[in-house]
């Protein structure tokens, strides 16, 4: 009688704590914090010209010592992005000649590109038992994955379009400029030249 006195008090003692523990957690709050610290605002000016879509797989492969699956590495990654293409026109430049009833802008015309939005996966990821991807490894073979994207964009033919596309807006500008009888001067700031599209 006596032992079972002393289990009892032990098991009531036990299921207060539970029970005790369980109306802490309840009755208790979480409170979170957060905070948004705005560090500057930077006004931008750029024209967008052109969009393409890139699909491209990276493979990267490396072993120690022999090339077998205990020593040896491998990933395939897929990326895909977006890239725009035009002219960054943070430094462009207008004035207005009411005299000579002119405007005169200014800007550096060459197309670059502006924008590239994208989105990885590991198309394929294997791992030797003695030879694996570190973070730091995943993390600069996905950076040398984007810059393969960047180097495609500016070998593809998507800053010439980007130029075209430039010279036609320039053409309806100038064209409506002439329409309320001004003239357009455009100048290209990096060579110091008026850009010859007008002139053709």
Same mark, same amino acid.
């Given at each position: %009688?006596?032992?079972?006195?002393? @289990?009892?008090?032990? #098991?009531? =003692?036990? /299921?207060?704590?539970?029970?005790?523990?369980?109306?802490?957690?309840?009755?208790?709050? @979480?409170?979170?914090?957060? +905070? !948004?610290? #705005?560090?500057?605002?930077?006004?931008? =000016?750029?024209?967008? =010209? !052109?969009?393409?879509?890139?699909?491209?797989?990276?493979?990267?492969?490396?072993?120690?010592?022999?090339? &077998?699956?205990?020593?040896?590495?491998?990933?395939?990654?897929?990326?895909? /992005?977006?890239?725009?293409?035009?002219?960054?026109?943070?430094?462009?430049?207008?004035?207005?000649?009411?005299?000579?009833?002119?405007?005169?802008?200014?800007?550096?015309?060459?197309?670059?590109?502006?924008?590239?939005?994208?989105?990885?996966?590991?198309?394929?990821?294997?791992?030797?038992?003695?030879?694996? =991807?570190?973070?730091?490894?995943?993390?600069?073979?996905?950076?040398?994955?984007?810059?393969?994207?960047? @180097?495609?964009? /500016?070998?593809?033919?998507?800053?010439?379009?980007?130029?075209?596309?430039?010279?036609? %807006?320039?053409?309806? #500008?100038?064209?409506? @400029?002439? +329409? &309320?009888?001004?003239?357009? !001067?455009?100048?290209?700031?990096?060579?110091?030249?008026?850009?010859?599209?007008?002139?053709?």
């Amino acid at each position: %009688m006596k032992w079972l006195c002393i @289990v009892l008090c032990c #098991l009531l =003692f036990i /299921a207060g704590i539970f029970v005790g523990k369980g109306i802490y957690s309840s009755s208790s709050k @979480v409170k979170t914090e957060s +905070s !948004v610290l #705005l560090e500057r605002f930077k006004e931008v =000016f750029k024209l967008v =010209f !052109v969009e393409a879509s890139f699909s491209e797989l990276y493979n990267q492969k490396d072993y120690y010592w022999l090339d &077998i699956s205990p020593f040896r590495k491998s990933a395939i990654i897929r990326i895909q /992005a977006k890239v725009t293409a035009g002219v960054n026109m943070d430094s462009s430049k207008i004035s207005l000649d009411e005299l000579n009833k002119t405007i005169r802008l200014q800007f550096d015309p060459q197309p670059v590109i502006l924008y590239m939005e994208h989105s990885l996966d590991y198309y394929d990821l294997q791992q030797g038992t003695f030879n694996s =991807f570190s973070s730091s490894e995943l993390t600069d073979l996905e950076g040398r994955a984007k810059e393969l994207i960047r @180097v495609k964009a /500016a070998q593809s033919d998507l800053l010439l379009r980007a130029a075209s596309k430039r010279d036609e %807006m320039i053409k309806i #500008l100038n064209q409506f @400029v002439q +329409s &309320i009888g001004w003239k357009l !001067v455009v100048i290209d700031s990096v060579k110091n030249v008026e850009l010859q599209t007008l002139k053709q």
